[in-house]
């Protein structure tokens, strides 16, 4: 007799702390399992309570809520012919654990709680939980008095490591962080001969992490032969990450099912049908496989009259592999940050979306993800089979019970406005690219000028002080220069405040737009802001991407949307801040860079933020690092190696104050600076760095020798600081 299985999972967009919302989720993707005949679910890490609900876990309510949740369920599928897990926290003997419950027939089957917590860049897990630690152990759990007759014994139910026998199949299971820890919970339940290993998780994007997180399953299930179910949770359920959904199950190393990486429909089940004889046959052509498996400790295990088999002829037709999809760099950029903004918008329930639209790189990136977003509610919306609930959102949002749009302008033009704030700096080519990108995505644009305000404030300014400062340009000194470029950038962001409210009232609406941030993560990291102007917002949807990844996204948009009027002109102008005096003092033009400014290119300071965060380099191991790189991808001198690195860090240090201020940004890349969640560090720092510096020099005179035809003198004491340019 073949011995079939016919499995599902799932990807839900839940939401932390709306245990309502989420509750309903997992019923109607119950309910989609049972449509499409499935006889097991697979639910995402913690989908009861939302994945990001952090020191909400150390209230007793979170915990009662999701026990009362967990009782509704199994009140409404008792009747089901389903096998499901659902991830939730769970106590036991006053232990908080991150756990996977089996049910089946209005029973909870096993509590399998997570053995390997993730503590790693977002994640803090033991901050809230426990680890399971005693492998292969079970143990008897009381359950809470709401629980308690859904027992599979009295009042108890096991809870520990144990696996699930069924009448042809067995299931083993382990949670998100297992896979990537060095000894996976997957090795030793291959081994005990398991045929079918689930994976609950909680994996928020980063780019290309999809191909890294396929590889692991890919290996899990191909390593001794074996089905291995993935799932994910999809959007943002409150907070900076955001999931990336991309469910998948696999079998001896090849693909059967994936979920959709990014979309706005908000339950996803794909189910398939497995031969689980073919785990059999390749499992038996692994000889020392079999020989450590008749070694191995064994497993407890949950016996369950149950069978996988599926009851429709229909539903017995066996699954063909298929090819992974993975979206480019500049696709995920598109897509990751958009589905985020639309999850927030329609959560927060606010009218849209206010940007300042400056006519440079990082601001048109922005706009350019909103008009995504537009793009991929029209193509959701346009099919016209998917979830309904996108529409019923968008019309709630724009107040028209029968609006159905006919385009991405057609959302943007209802969603979405932008402002170019001019002042005297400003040029006549970065107002007209503005007006063409707002052209071309179809949205409300005005442009005002905030001459008055800054006017106002220099007045202040000068009756405090007794005397009017000056540009640099035209005489006066850094620090002149740089509290009169502040003066304009934080007049933007308090007008962009005051026309995200007023704008919509000036219409009949009552709502107010959500004013949308554009620093990206290089300024951040370099401090090259102004505190408390256009990048203080209340998100940031480009906050955790490079300036050389916006770059390829803009350059994607002009492909993909046909933005080539608006952003090639973009693209080919060096980006500026457009805050100091377009000519001197002698009338000749002058032109201001970001890079000049900065010190430093953006591509170096990518550099440097990789090695900072991801390498865990101080300033010797940076140098160290970069002597042996840039001497011969660049031929530069160790001289100017060490000056380069010496003046990152002295404007990290100088800056890093402004990261506690930082806007909630969408979190994409590994070497965010953001002090909030991700990179905890100091923010006051001894910005000569004496100790390290000095160590820098020893270390620069010991490569010299290796280095010959790029040794110079090293610099004297006098030459030891970089400029130090503050930017407050």
Same mark, same amino acid.
């Given at each position: ?473 035209? !005489? =006066?000194?850094?620090?002149? &220069? #740089?509290? +009169? ?10 007008? %962009?405040? /005051? ?43 480009? !906050? =955790?991407?490079?300036?050389? &990844? #916006?770059? +390829? ?10 933005? %080539?009027? /608006? ?162």
């Amino acid at each position: 007799m073949v011995r079939l299985a016919r499995i599902a999972t799932c990807c839900l967009n839940q939401w932390a702390m709306d245990f309502e919302s989420n509750r309903l989720h997992i019923l109607e993707s119950l309910q989609k399992c049972v449509q499409q005949g499935a006889k097991y679910r697979l639910g995402a890490e913690l989908e009861v309570s939302g994945y990001g609900c952090e020191d909400h876990f150390l209230e007793h309510d979170s915990m009662q809520h999701g026990y009362e949740v967990l009782a509704w369920l199994l009140d409404q599928t008792t009747d089901m012919d389903l096998l499901y897990s659902v991830g939730m926290a769970f106590e036991h003997r006053r232990v908080l654990y991150n756990c996977q419950v089996f049910v089946l027939h209005g029973k909870i089957v096993l509590i399998r709680p997570k053995m390997a917590l993730a503590e790693n860049g977002n994640y803090r897990e033991s901050r809230w939980f426990t680890a399971w630690s005693k492998r292969m152990t079970v143990e008897e759990c009381r359950l809470p008095a709401v629980l308690q007759k859904y027992a599979t014994n009295g009042i108890c139910s096991p809870i520990g490591d144990a696996v699930v026998h069924l009448r042809e199949a067995s299931i083993g299971a382990e949670i998100c962080e297992e896979l990537w820890s060095a000894r996976p919970s997957n090795l030793s339940m291959w081994l005990n001969g398991i045929d079918i290993v689930t994976n609950c998780s909680g994996s928020h994007h980063n780019i290309g992490k999809l191909n890294a997180r396929f590889q692991r399953v890919q290996d899990a299930s191909s390593r001794c032969g074996g089905v291995y179910m993935y799932t994910n949770h999809k959007g943002c359920d409150g907070g900076r990450i955001s999931f990336d959904g991309a469910a998948m199950i696999t079998m001896n190393g090849e693909l059967f099912a994936q979920a959709a990486q990014f979309g706005v429909e908000e339950v996803e089940v794909i189910t398939v049908t497995l031969d689980l004889d073919d785990v059999v046959s390749l499992t038996g052509s692994c000889r020392s496989s079999l020989v450590q498996g008749d070694a191995a400790p064994r497993y407890p295990i949950i016996r369950v009259d149950f069978s996988l088999v599926p009851d429709l002829p229909a539903n017995c037709v066996v699954s063909l592999p298929i090819t992974p999809f993975f979206c480019s760099r500049e696709e995920e950029i598109a897509r990751g940050p958009a589905v985020w903004l639309w999850d927030y918008l329609r959560r927060s329930s606010q009218g849209g979306f206010f940007l300042p639209l400056s006519g440079g790189v990082d601001s048109a990136s922005v706009a350019c993800v909103v008009y995504s977003m537009c793009h991929i509610l029209h193509e959701h919306i346009s099919k016209g089979t998917g979830d309904p609930r996108p529409l019923e959102d968008l019309r709630r949002l724009v107040k028209e019970a029968d609006f159905t749009p006919s385009c991405p302008q057609d959302i943007a033009g209802r969603l979405f406005q932008t402002c170019y704030m001019a002042t005297k700096n400003s040029s006549s080519e970065t107002r007209e690219r503005a007006e063409c990108l707002a052209r071309l995505i179809g949205n409300r644009h005005s442009v005002v000028n905030v001459d008055g305000i800054v006017q106002a404030l220099l007045d202040v300014a000068t009756e405090s002080c007794g005397k009017e400062p000056q540009f640099k340009a035209n !005489g =006066g000194t850094q620090q002149e &220069d #740089l509290a +009169l470029q502040n003066m304009q950038a934080r007049s933007r962001m308090v007008t %962009g405040y /005051a026309l995200a409210q007023l704008l919509p009232w000036s219409r009949g609406s009552s709502s107010s737009l959500l004013v949308l941030g554009s620093a990206n993560v290089d300024e951040a990291l370099r401090g090259y802001y102004t505190k408390y102007d256009c990048s203080s917002a209340d998100i940031n949807p480009i !906050g =955790g991407v490079s300036k050389t &990844d #916006l770059r +390829l996204f803009l350059a994607y948009c002009v492909r993909q949307f046909n933005f %080539g009027e /608006a952003l090639n002109p973009i693209l080919s102008a060096r980006p500026t801040a457009e805050l100091q005096p377009l000519t001197d003092k002698s009338g000749a033009a002058r032109a201001q860079t970001d890079e000049e400014d900065m010190g430093m290119s953006y591509e170096e300071l990518g550099v440097f933020g990789r090695l900072r965060k991801l390498e865990s380099c101080g300033p010797v191991t940076m140098f160290r690092k970069l002597a042996n790189l840039w001497t011969r991808e660049r031929g530069l001198s160790l001289d100017t190696i060490a000056r380069k690195v010496q003046y990152f860090f002295t404007q990290y240090a100088i800056n890093r104050h402004k990261m506690t201020v930082l806007t909630p940004a969408y979190h994409v890349e590994g070497y965010s600076p953001d002090d909030n969640r991700f990179d905890l560090r100091q923010f006051l720092y001894n910005v000569r760095w004496p100790f390290q510096f000095a160590a820098m020099k020893r270390a620069q005179r010991e490569l010299e020798p290796q280095y010959p035809d790029n040794a110079s003198t090293a610099p004297t004491d006098d030459e030891d600081e970089p400029p130090r340019k503050r930017s407050r």
